[in-house]
T-cell receptor, first 114, second 113 residues
Framework: KQEVTQIPAALSVPEGENLVLNCSFTDSAIYNLQWFRQDPGKGLTSLLLIQSSQREQTSGRLNASLDKSSGRSTLYIAASQPGDSATYLCAVCRRGGSNYKLTFGKGTLLTVNP | AAGVIQSPRHLIKEKRETATLKCYPIPRHDTVYWYQQGPGQDPQFLISFYEKMQSDKGSIPDRFSAQQFSDYHSELNMSSLELGDSALYFC????????????FGPGTRLTVT
């Protein structure tokens, strides 16, 4: 059974800091990995998707890496801003029945202090 | 660009009542997924459909049923509601039966009292 773990569970940093969020998964037979952002009580905003054949993806101040063989991904946020405060979830895509489904981690709650 | 539409956005029901949640995928997306996110929990996969056929089933209670219609919209029917069914229900869609990016809707918040 695929398990996804995110460390740390919560992180508080001052504005302007660079930071790294970690995601690990137990079964390396994944097809892709997505990072999401979720504001309190709100929906999931997709940030980055990395295919299993890729090593990293970048979007603006965000950079996500994937090491499939070791079962790890990181999300790097540069020059953090208070507006980055949210819960960040990683999810791995694996085969389920005749389709594909996402297994999520429990998320990292990020607080960026002005 | 059009996104996934879910209705209603909020729903309050009493125990033992029935609820129906609707999901309208992005145009030309033929695959729909349902996820349940309990308070303080990570989203859990419930069920998925491809071309109107159920393609996978997760930890969905027998009290729940779902289907996908000819226009590709999907409905999640929940009966004999329990307090523990209170959660955020997400629908996602993707363009086909493959490991494509899943695009999520805003969710339906169901509160059972």
């Amino acid at each position: 059974k695929q398990e996804v773990t995110q460390i740390p569970a919560a992180l508080s940093v001052p504005e302007g800091e660079n930071l790294v969020l970690n995601c690990s998964f137990t079964d390396s037979a994944i097809y892709n990995l997505q990072w999401f952002r979720q504001d309190p009580g709100k929906g999931l905003t997709s940030l980055l998707l990395i295919q299993s054949s890729q090593r990293e993806q970048t979007s603006g101040r965000l950079n996500a890496s994937l090491d499939k063989s070791s079962g790890r991904s990181t999300l790097y946020i540069a020059a953090s801003q208070p507006g980055d405060s949210a819960t960040y979830l990683c999810a791995v895509c694996r085969r389920g029945g005749s389709n594909y489904k996402l297994t999520f981690g429990k998320g990292t709650l990020l607080t960026v202090n002005p | 660009a059009a996104g996934v539409i879910q209705s209603p956005r909020h729903l309050i029901k009493e125990k033992r009542e029935t609820a129906t949640l609707k999901c309208y995928p992005i145009p030309r997306h033929d695959t729909v997924y349902w996820y349940q996110q309990g308070p303080g929990q990570d989203p859990q996969f419930l069920i998925s459909f491809y071309e109107k056929m159920q393609s996978d089933k997760g930890s969905i209670p027998d009290r729940f049923s779902a289907q996908q219609f000819s226009d590709y919209h999907s409905e999640l029917n929940m009966s004999s509601l329990e307090l523990g069914d209170s959660a955020l229900y997400f629908c996602a869609s993707s363009p086909g039966q493959g490991p494509y990016e899943q695009y999520f809707g805003p969710g339906t918040r169901l509160t059972v009292t």
